[in-house]
């Protein structure tokens, strides 16, 4: 089974505008991270952003926000006022059990166009 | 800053070669890791580290060796490339709160 779902191959935006890329996971774990990347076409994954799961506080980070609704075992990410440099895929990662040693699952990935 | 740094950004070679690939980080990070992306297929875990002279096998460590003599340095190694390992590389180093630091990729191609 998947462990991280990204359902939105591809979206468009209009610049200035809010957007939601949706990420979904699956672990029964108790300790688990969330992340949040972006990779521009020039092929460098760059981290934006974290959510532990004891955190109660969506996280937040500039432009960024990551709304976690643990019951539903979603970590969207938010990209308030969007620019054209933030045209670029974006992928969503897990790591399970915090310290213990385990791997990062990334989901698929959603590339995300900005429009002017 | 974080800063991890690979060794090549293009990079072709012939069936048969032996490809070093190398990474290097500055904040003195335990954790490192490889990985390759290819369409459809996302990024998987090829080995990772989590101290000097240790490593662990990721998701597709076939064909595939590594090595960490220094904690800054982690290099991947293909024994004998084949045209199947053409791909992206990616190394990324490990922050204190589980984040991952990618460097800028290595696109491999094999002939």
């Known amino acids: 089974a998947q462990k991280i779902t990204q359902t939105q191959p591809g979206m468009f935006v209009q610049e200035k505008e809010a957007v939601t890329l949706d990420c979904t996971y699956d672990t029964s774990d108790q300790s688990y991270g969330l992340f949040w990347y972006k990779q521009p076409s020039s092929g460098e994954m760059i981290f934006l952003i974290y959510q532990g799961s004891y955190d109660e506080q969506n996280a937040t980070e500039g432009r960024y926000s990551l709304n976690f609704q643990k019951a539903r075992k979603s970590a969207n990410l938010v990209i308030s006022a969007s620019q054209l440099g933030d045209s670029a895929m974006y992928f969503c990662?897990?790591?399970?059990?915090?310290?213990?040693?385990?791997?990062?699952?990334f989901g698929g990935g959603t590339r995300l166009m900005v429009k002017p | 800053d974080v800063k991890v740094t690979q060794s090549s950004r293009y990079l072709v070679k012939r069936t048969g070669e032996k490809v070093f690939l190398e990474c290097v980080q500055d904040?003195?990070?335990?954790?490192m890791f490889w990985y390759r992306q290819d369409p459809g297929l996302g990024l998987r875990l090829i080995y990772f580290s989590y101290d000097v002279k240790m490593k662990e096998k990721g998701d597709i460590p076939e064909g595939y060796s590594v090595s960490r003599e220094k904690k800054e340095r982690f290099s991947l190694i293909l024994e004998s490339a084949s045209t199947n390992q053409t791909s992206m590389y990616l190394c990324a180093s490990e922050g204190y709160s589980y984040e991952q630091y990618f460097g800028p990729g290595t696109r491999l191609t094999v002939t």
């Open positions: 990662a897990m790591r399970e059990r915090l310290g213990a040693g385990n791997m990062l699952t």
């Open positions: 904040m003195d990070h335990e954790n």
